[in-house]
């Protein structure tokens, strides 16, 4: 990939001028804005936050940079001269009729006209696997190429996020518990849902708890968009690593081991043949890995030798005979020594077991 980390940051920056909401009236003393986005008031969920932080996002590009997103800013207003966007949280008509982008409401979709409500008769059509689209995803998907600046990054983007967020508002479970009491994953809805149960639970009158609903709504805008630009980020950094990873493959003589002089953010279930990686650690010193047999699963190809597992420095020198061996995880899938040599020399004992029959090699899933 040409594109620098830098060059990728300034595709993507939140630059709104202004954000005001009816409710409060104030517009830092300009009249509207040229920009008026709208969703409904009240409580509500990730779907309708995530996207009018995608509209706030498109309506924000700029080309100076990610800048304060990237290092702790958090606030929801910027004061510019020149153009602004106004975000206003109603279920008034006559406004909604007004918007530029119309968001979780209204019973219509139309992309050309910038309406993305999902909750009308037929909803609003479904993506090549299935899952329907919700705001989130109607937006992004007109959006979303444009703000990243690349169709494969906004598809990892669509795929990572947005399309959880739209699964969960259509009624859909994306995660089944594996525990007897039923505990499940805490996901944006949850998170979503204590807020708004916080709201509720204050016993405010109907007009007092809108407040605090915008209040709360707001404070969650950067948040969300920050996650969506870090996940983008990170799906340039995939391409990019993946090019890199390609190259890496192709040089290998043992196909088996894969040698990175600098740690990449690695997906190697791709590559058939791999079963370990090695990489330099974060810590000092340098790991090795094994491979999952699919992405995002703690299932692994093989094992580092049963007798590593959870030893100390001076037990796993004295069974590898690595003098500079530092660990190997309970789980036996990371391995670590104090230099390359040293790990090198662990992966080879580990490769010398399997060989001879003594660690199993698991390649696909049974």
């Known amino acids: 990939m040409k594109k620098t980390f830098n060059n990728i940051k300034k595709t993507i920056i939140h630059k709104t001028k202004e954000i005001v909401n009816l409710e409060t009236g104030k517009a830092g003393g300009k009249e509207a804005g040229h920009v008026l986005l709208v969703t409904h008031g009240s409580n509500f969920h990730p779907d309708d936050v995530f996207a009018t932080a995608t509209a706030l996002l498109y309506y924000g590009v700029d080309k100076t940079g990610l800048g304060k997103f990237l290092h702790g800013y958090n606030e929801i207003t910027e004061k510019h001269s020149g153009e602004f966007v106004r975000v206003v949280r109603t279920l008034d008509r006559k406004v909604m009729d007004k918007a530029t982008v119309l968001m979780d409401i209204g019973m219509e979709y139309d992309e050309k006209l910038n309406r993305f409500d999902h909750h009308q008769e037929g909803g609003a059509g479904k993506r090549d696997e299935g899952t329907p689209y919700a705001s989130f995803g109607l937006v992004w998907k007109k959006f979303g190429k444009k703000i990243v600046g690349n169709v494969e990054v906004a598809e990892y983007v669509d795929k990572m996020l947005v399309k959880q967020i739209d699964a969960m508002d259509n009624g859909i479970e994306i995660a089944q518990s594996l525990f007897s009491d039923g505990a499940k994953p805490l996901l944006f809805e949850e998170l979503i849902k204590l807020d708004c149960d916080l709201v509720y639970s204050l016993g405010l009158s109907p007009q007092e708890m809108s407040k605090v609903f915008d209040k709360t709504f707001f404070k969650l805008i950067p948040i969300a968009q920050k996650m969506i630009i870090l996940t983008a980020l990170k799906g340039f950094a995939l391409i990019d690593a993946s090019k890199k ?74 069974i590898t005979g690595v003098p500079d061996a530092e660990f190997c995880h309970i789980g036996r899938w990371l391995a670590g020594a104090g230099s390359k040599e040293g790990v090198l020399k662990m992966v080879q004992l580990a490769l010398k077991e399997i060989e001879e029959g003594r660690v199993p090699v698991k390649m696909t899933l049974s």
Do not use: C
Request: proline content about 5%; aromatic content about 12%.
């Open 245 to 318: 990873l390609d190259q890496l493959y192709n040089k290998m003589t043992d196909k088996r081991v894969i040698i990175m002089e600098k740690k990449l953010p690695f997906r190697l279930a791709g590559y058939k043949e791999i079963l370990f990686s090695v990489y330099p650690s974060t810590r000092g010193g340098w790991n090795a890995q094994v491979v999952q047999i699919t992405e995002g699963l703690y299932d692994s190809r093989t094992h580092f030798p049963q007798a590593w597992g959870g030893k100390t420095p001076e037990e796993l020198q004295k």
